[in-house]
């Protein structure tokens, strides 16, 4: 397995332009987690995903970010419009069902390392 | 509210001793705790874990200490090598109320000198 795919790796874009970053979780995963990782508050979780629907939408900081899982295997996660405080490193995990091996062992993927300029 | 907190941003030991990361937690429906390690340029991974009915697990030279009455959890690594050299997350659960969601903290970067 490719494990947890994102794209791109890396997104430099300018205030005010809309950025879209890219998720394909492990196959066979039912959960979808979104996380922004910064130096103040570590990795906090943004939204997840329950068999593509969601679940938890609480850590979305504001209405300028959306998120989306269409199907099993792709999710987005949006910023519109993008702000400097918004650059981060976004992070998408996924895992099986609680209870299978490591309880809610959670798959990362590399990340997307957002600057906005 | 930070519910998760590693306390230390940074820690670095010389090769062969000990190290010894901490991690308190404030929210005592937590049951359930994480330890993940990250390298630079890629995702967090898996380290060990530990259910609140313990107090310890062990894997090779992981081990994790956990008191509820403190509400306080310590990763030790021994012997530490440069290859731990990385940094480390550590993640807590309500299994009851919050199922899938991890909280994690802010993060110790470990730094083992050869």
């Known amino acids: 397995d490719a494990g947890v795919i994102q794209s791109p790796r890396h997104e430099v874009t300018e205030m005010g332009q809309e950025v879209t970053l890219r998720c394909k979780p492990i196959s066979g995963h039912d959960y979808l987690f979104w996380y922004r990782q910064t130096m103040m508050r570590g990795l906090e979780l943004l939204i997840y995903?329950?068999?593509?629907?969601?679940?938890?939408d609480s850590g979305m900081p504001e209405d300028r970010f959306s998120a989306k899982m269409p199907n099993a295997s792709f999710s987005t996660l949006k910023i519109q419009p993008s702000e400097p405080r918004d650059s981060a490193v976004y992070f998408c995990a996924s895992s099986s069902v609680p209870g299978l091996a490591v309880y809610n062992e959670q798959f990362f993927g590399p990340g997307t390392r957002l600057t906005v300029l | 509210d930070q519910q998760v907190k590693q306390n230390s941003p940074s820690l670095s030991v010389q090769e062969g001793r000990i190290s010894i990361l901490n991690c308190d937690y404030t929210?005592?429906?937590?049951?359930?705790f994480l330890w993940y390690k990250k390298y630079p340029a890629e995702g967090p991974t898996f380290l060990i874990s530990?259910?609140?009915?313990?107090d310890k697990n062990e894997d090779g030279r992981f081990t994790v200490f956990l008191n509820k009455s403190a509400k306080h959890l310590s990763l030790h690594i021994v012997p530490s090598q440069p290859g731990d050299s990385a940094v480390y997350f550590c993640a807590a659960s309500a299994r009851e109320t919050s199922g899938s969601r991890l909280t994690f903290g802010e993060g110790t970067q470990l730094t083992v000198n050869p």
């Open positions: 929210n005592s429906m937590f049951d359930y």
């Open positions: 530990i259910s609140s009915i313990k």
């Open positions: 995903f329950n068999n593509n629907v969601p679940i938890d």
